[in-house]
């Protein structure tokens, strides 16, 4: 056995997804009530490349729109996606079900369904599961967080079938534990950890598992530590797994080394020594019993067509049908066999009286526990259809309970089919879906075995995957797709056949040619049977009802069959003359639990007479018989009076005396007779008020059946109001975070505002606008024209009516009557969806811009003055070299208004045309220094004379940025 890693490449791929043939992880995740923060928890600590494609499936309100994706999206650095039909699952993304939708895969691509099951009885978890399990087989994740009811433990069974992985949320961990605890108690768990645990051991969990080769049986090196864990299994548990398939156990093997940890097969086979729990737990994972009610369903369409009736029409009326289903597991093949049958039975009415009985057998005790219960998980309404559940289940707050009819056809029962004797005289054997696990050679045996324990022309099932290998001469096929087989008549053996060993016989003894011994002679069993034949009386054993059960000798003399149909009844047999008493005695003998005597009692027989004693003994001893009733009837020989002449005419006392009462025991048996009849009508009508009451519980227990299904819909309902209430709390939490983002981000812009609505009336305001309006929190939704405020602007009313109607913002100075500014910005509050739905008016305290403003006004008034009232000439220019102004001197000194001037570039309009390219030179390199040097130029004064002058150039700028210059000039 391969224990150790080979090379560090080798090591390097165990457990990591196989992206190179297409295949990586799945993992379904099922949650209800409570999930949405264990979805969060989860999501939150999957590490963005795991490699593993996520599917998550929770139970949403069919009414609502899905808002799971995106609050899922927050915590994730996946993306998240809601799923739509035919779309292909990606790894390290995750998918989410939309509302009312069931969700299946085929081939690495997600299908929706509209479902089929009204609201309350929807299992998509399960649904879910299943497919993922088919389609990915050993890839498939199976993955329980919190909810409510038992979704999703079905599902994790087919995945631990086809070798996948199962991880649950620790309950304790979980706001709703339903889910959590329903998938632990099936046994069917690998992981159970925190959510936000889960994510890291089930990529740990991954990683160690080396990847299964098909020829591992050639490969296994440590053979020696395989067959420990085999010895330490069976010392354990008294199960030999010697025969079970090698590859079979080492992945179970491989799976539990893979939990805790541990790359070497020997240091598991001590990590077993020192902790034998462990054993009992790898024993539970070798007997992963996945089955479920009507699985393949031709199989039972083919049994109850065809099959079953012929073994009905076979057998005898009266008698009894025998099946056996080996490793039953958790019962629901073997309840569905009963179900079938008795569907079956009522459509053959030719053949009365016959029952079955189901021997249900497995090799875990816990399995058989569950099944003996007889109690099922609501989950089974996908399996099981309405009429059916209707008919053969009783609705309970745990479930669904088997009807006692089909309970009482099963007897459940701990074997071992390798090591204890099997079942005989046996008519229908059902053995799917267990050889698969065992080596040819065990399966060679067993086949046998069924051979040997069926009766002639019995019926053999097998699962869908076995064959009959070596063994198809012992069974004919029936139908070889379904794996039905029929037993033929091959002469076999039973002394060379392979029986186990607590009850076969040593072949070696045996010889074919040789005659066997007759028995030896006992005479004292031959003296018991003419004892009993030709000297003990005759008998019944009846149960408490006086049902016939056996007859012992001839009855005839005092029993007849009953007019009318067929009854084995002994009150309706009793030949007449002695049945009133014989009812007393009865109900006596019942009552005290005693043997009463019935002496000289009459019948009659034709035309001839009986005296009987009759006695009644109530069975205490041997065990089966207690409670039963033995009638044994002991004729009293007549005796022969010797003739005596008699004298004529005279009558003796005696005689007088024997008629009297005679007449009185007579008149007595009327009496009793009126007696019995009272009490018929009495029961009679008991039995229609029992009826009645009988009637009446039905009705009640519709009623109820009704509640506990309209209790599922409500708690279906309240799940679902669970989820819309988590997503409605993430959301409240988004708003409350949004809106103190808000009240921080107005705050801190230091900007009064008021919200108001279509009415005018105060629906918000920041703390600043308390320091124009006298608000206190008191004034929300009262009108805000009544609010006094210190701002000297009486239109505010009419312009923010007119901003509602017109639908155009207003933006006014105004100011205050403390002296302050204020910018007011009257604007529509619209909504997401461009709705109106009132104002907000801004007040921005301008008070600082007003008084730098009137300053700047000041100072400029001053220098135009100081401007004006220069004898020089002096212009301002601007940037780009443009006249802004020009002082009186300058005007008589150029000729020109200062209107003429203003905008027009200086240099061409006042320097000669040969002198501008070197004038701008010489004032661009003034302004480049930032020199006020003087410049010698020549201009063109008024009358279009050339003047030289003296410039003297004052520039303004703003980070090295020049703004306008002042040019002072001083005639030459």
């Not at 995945?159 to 099936?186: C, H, W, Y």
């Not at 159970?192 to 994510?199: D, I, Y």
């Not at 087989?485 to 072949?507: E, G, V």
């Not at 009638?631 to 005279?650: C, D, L």
Request: net charge neutral.
């Amino acid at each position: 056995m391969k224990a150790k890693r080979t090379n560090q490449s080798d090591s390097s791929k165990k457990g990591k997804p196989d992206f190179e043939s297409g295949k990586f992880p799945i993992a379904g995740i099922g949650a209800s009530a409570g999930g949405l923060e264990a979805l969060e928890q989860f999501l939150k600590n999957v590490p963005e490349k795991s490699g593993i494609g996520y599917v998550i499936i929770q139970h949403l309100d069919p009414t609502q729109k899905g808002m799971l994706p995106e609050l899922l999206q927050r915590v994730s650095n996946m993306p998240v996606h809601q799923v739509k039909d035919l779309m292909k699952v990606k790894p390290d993304c995750v998918y989410v079900i939309p509302p009312n939708k069931n969700i299946s895969i085929f081939k690495g691509i997600l299908h929706l369904f509209d479902p089929i099951e009204t609201r309350g009885f929807r299992l998509p978890i399960d649904f879910f599961l299943r497919s993922l399990a088919d389609d990915l087989k050993e890839f498939s994740v199976g993955i329980i967080l919190s909810g409510m009811g038992s979704d999703g433990s079905s599902g994790i069974k087919t995945i631990k079938e086809k070798n996948g992985i199962v991880l649950v949320q620790k309950p304790e961990t979980a706001r709703f534990d339903s889910m959590p605890r329903s998938a632990i108690e099936s046994g069917m768990v690998d992981i159970v950890a925190s959510p936000e645990a889960l994510p890291s051991e089930l990529i740990d969990f991954l990683k160690q598992i080396p990847v299964v080769k098909s020829n591992r049986s050639s490969e296994i090196k440590d053979h020696s530590a395989f067959e420990k864990i085999i010895i330490l299994l069976r010392t354990q548990t008294g199960n030999d797994f010697s025969l079970y398939k090698k590859n079979t156990i080492y992945r179970r093997i491989e799976r539990r080394m893979g939990i805790h940890r541990i790359d070497k097969i020997v240091s598991y086979v001590h990590f077993l020594q020192e902790n034998p729990k462990e054993i009992h737990i790898l024993f539970k994972e070798l007997m992963i019993g996945v089955t479920k009610f009507f699985r393949d369903i031709p199989v039972w369409e083919r049994l109850i067509e065809k099959e079953l009736p012929v073994l009905i029409n076979q057998v005898k009326p009266h008698s009894q049908l025998r099946a056996w289903i080996p490793g039953c597991s958790t019962g629901e093949e073997a309840y569905s066999l009963a179900i079938l049958f008795k569907e079956a039975l009522e459509k053959t009415h030719s053949n009365p009286g016959i029952s079955l009985q189901i021997f249900a057998t497995d090799i875990d005790s816990d399995s058989i526990e569950i099944a003996r219960k007889g109690l099922f998980t609501g989950n089974i309404i996908s399996d099981v259809s309405p009429q059916r559940l209707n008919r053969f289940f009783i609705k309970t707050e745990d479930g669904y309970r088997i009807s006692e009819e089909i309970r009482e056809m099963i007897v459940f029962a701990q074997h071992n089919i390798i090591m204890h004797p099997p079942f005989t005289n046996i008519h229908l054997i059902s053995c799917r879906n267990l050889l698969i696990y065992m080596d040819s050679e065990l399966q060679r045996k067993l086949l046998g075995l069924f051979y040997y324990s069926l009766n002639q022309e019995g019926i053999l099932l097998l699962g869908t995957s076995e064959t009959l290998g070596t063994q198809n001469h012992l069974f004919t096929p029936l139908d070889s797709s379904l794996k039905i087989f029929k037993r033929t008549s091959a002469l076999l053996n039973p002394l060379l056949m392979d029986f186990p060993s607590s009850f076969s016989q040593t072949a070696e003894n045996y010889n074919e040619n040789t005659k066997q011994e007759k028995p030896i002679m006992n005479i004292q069993n031959h003296a018991d049977q003419l004892l009993l034949n030709q000297f003990a009386p005759a008998g019944v054993l009846v149960n408490e009802n006086g049902d016939i059960l056996y007859i012992s000798g001839r009855t005839g003399k005092y029993l007849e069959p009953a007019v009318g149909k067929a009854n084995l009844n002994i009150f309706a047999m009793l030949r007449p003359g002695y049945q009133n008493d014989f009812v007393i005695c009865f109900r006596k003998a019942l009552r005290n639990k005693e043997a009463v005597i019935l002496h000289h009692v009459k019948t009659g027989t034709n035309e001839d007479s009986l005296t009987l004693n009759v006695t009644i003994h109530w069975i205490h001893k041997p065990e089966p018989l207690y409670g039963k009733l033995m009638i044994i009837f002991s004729e009293i020989p007549k005796t022969v009076e010797p003739n005596s002449p008699k004298k004529k005419g005279k009558t003796s006392p005696t005689n007088n005396r024997e008629a009297e009462l005679e007449e009185e025991l007579q008149h007595s048996r009327e009496q009793m007779q009126n007696i019995m009849e009272e009490m018929q009508t009495s029961q009679e009508e008991l039995k229609s008020t029992n009826e009645e009451l009988q009637s009446t519980n039905e009705e009640l227990q519709s009623t109820n059946e009704e509640l506990m299904t309209s209790k599922e819909e409500m708690q279906s309902l309240n799940e679902e109001l669970q989820t819309v209430n988590a997503e409605l709390l993430a959301k409240v939490d988004d708003y409350s975070r949004v809106n103190n983002d808000m009240k921080n981000l107005l705050n801190s812009t230091d900007i009064a505002t008021l919200f108001l609505d279509k009415e005018l009336n105060i629906r918000r305001y920041t703390n600043q606008a308390t320091k124009i309006f006298k608000l206190i929190k008191s004034d929300i939704g009262r009108p805000f024209t009544d609010q006094v405020s210190q701002l000297i602007y009486p239109d505010l009313p009419d312009d923010a009516l007119q901003v509602l109607k017109t639908l155009i913002f207003i933006e006014k100075q105004i100011p205050t009557k403390d002296g302050r500014w204020f910018s007011i910005r009257i604007m529509p509050y619209r909504t997401l969806d461009d709705r109106i739905d009132g104002l907000v008016i801004t007040f921005i305290d301008i008070s600082e811009l007003k008084q730098v403003e009137e300053n700047l006004l000041k100072m400029n008034l001053e220098n135009m003055n100081l401007v004006k009232s220069s004898s020089n000439p002096i212009l301002k220019i601007s940037g780009n070299r443009k006249i802004i102004d020009i002082n009186p001197p300058a005007e008589t000194f150029f000729g020109k208004s200062s209107k003429e001037v203003k905008g027009q570039d200086f240099i061409k309009l006042f320097i000669p045309e040969n002198l501008q390219q070197k004038a701008q030179k010489k004032i661009t390199s003034l302004l480049s220094k930032q020199e006020n040097a003087p410049v010698k130029m020549k201009v063109i004064a008024a009358d279009n004379k050339e003047v030289y002058t003296m410039w003297s150039v004052y520039a303004s700028f703003n980070n090295q940025e020049f703004l306008s210059a002042v040019i002072s000039i001083t005639k030459q």
